[in-house]
């Protein structure tokens, strides 16, 4: 772009090193070193959010990181826009309401080569926002690479129950018979996932001894009164943790939605289209609780009825 004062020599030239505007900020140092430190913070900030989403990091640190990470970021965008930017109004006198081809072409060409000097004095705050803007950019893909498509591979049709495993409360308490009552419920995990909500399974006394057959071939998944259910509804996922012992139904309170306990918890009321699936369960020389193996379907909502892969 040729320098207005070149093509049109005429008019009057105005240094462009020289200040050309105000800003509001009082000190204008200070609030560059401010507005820098802001996007260092926000590119940290998303660069851990990165770091925790490819360690699986629990999900309040990756709230934390994600929430650090953009609060910087748009507190550096604020700062440099509010404080660093011409203020207005702007006013030029213009005895002429026309403007001539002249006027357009300097107005082009001044605007042009301001913009440059104002972006190139503050050069190190524009590599900093572009930083933090770009890991951001980069890690925002994370949950796409990651999370959708064929990326988790068989993790949703899974938990971690496997042959063996000890029947645990949250506390990592190893559960036996005389734990819980006739008519009583526990909610228990697998040792190496306390407190999961994929894992979770509700534990159930519904007579005093004896097994309980659900279905064929189930003949010893339920002794002594004992029977094991996922937790998950196959609705919408809430947990299932209601039980009404006269009636031997599990209750979902969030559709109420009815599982008949003593028939392999086949819904009979409410939208959940399939029944809870049943973890094998037996009781060990010690006297603990121990599952026989996994659950032999995926738990949850059945995502995999309506065009998912089993
Ligand atoms: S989530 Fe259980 S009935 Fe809807």
């Not at 309040?60 to 550096?76: A, E, K, P, S, V």
């Not at 506390?171 to 407190?195: C, H, M, N, Q, W």
């Not at 392999?264 to 037996?282: E, K, W």
Request: some cysteine.
């Amino acid at each position: 772009m040729p320098d207005a004062t070149e093509e049109y020599p005429n008019l009057e030239s105005v240094p462009l090193d020289a200040p050309q505007f105000e800003v509001a900020a009082k000190n204008v140092k200070r609030t560059e070193y401010v507005t820098f430190a802001a996007f260092v913070l926000g590119f940290i900030g998303f660069a851990a959010f990165g770091a925790a989403y490819t360690q699986n990091a629990p999900t309040y640190l990756l709230g934390l990181t994600i929430g650090l990470g953009l609060f910087f970021f748009g507190f550096g965008l604020v700062s440099w826009g509010k404080y660093l930017m011409p203020q207005g109004p702007f006013s030029e006198p213009r005895p002429l309401m026309e403007t001539t081809r002249q006027e357009k072409e300097l107005l082009k060409a001044d605007f042009t080569s301001r913009g440059k000097v104002a972006i190139k004095r503050r050069s190190f705050l524009v590599k900093a926002m572009a930083a933090a803007g770009g890991v951001f950019g980069i890690v925002a893909a994370f949950p796409l690479i990651r999370s959708l498509g064929p990326l988790p591979k068989n993790s949703l049709m899974t938990t971690k129950w496997r042959k063996g495993s000890y029947l645990t409360t949250i506390y990592g308490d190893r559960v036996k018979p005389s734990d819980v009552a006739v008519g009583g419920i526990v909610t228990v995990f697998p040792e190496d996932d306390l407190g999961s909500a994929i894992s979770q399974t509700i534990l159930l006394r519904v007579k005093e001894s004896g097994p309980i057959v659900t279905m064929p071939g189930r003949e010893d998944w339920a002794p002594d009164g004992f029977v094991a259910y996922s937790k998950v509804c196959t609705h919408a996922g809430c947990p299932v943790g209601l039980y009404e012992h006269l009636e031997q139904l599990l209750v979902c309170p969030c559709h109420q939605s009815m599982f008949n306990v003593k028939d392999g918890a086949m819904p009979v009321f409410g939208p959940a289209p399939r029944p809870l699936p049943q973890l094998p369960i037996y009781i060990d020389s010690d006297g603990y609780f121990r599952a026989r193996a996994g659950y032999d379907e995926p738990i949850g909502p059945g995502f995999w009825t309506r065009g998912g892969t089993a």
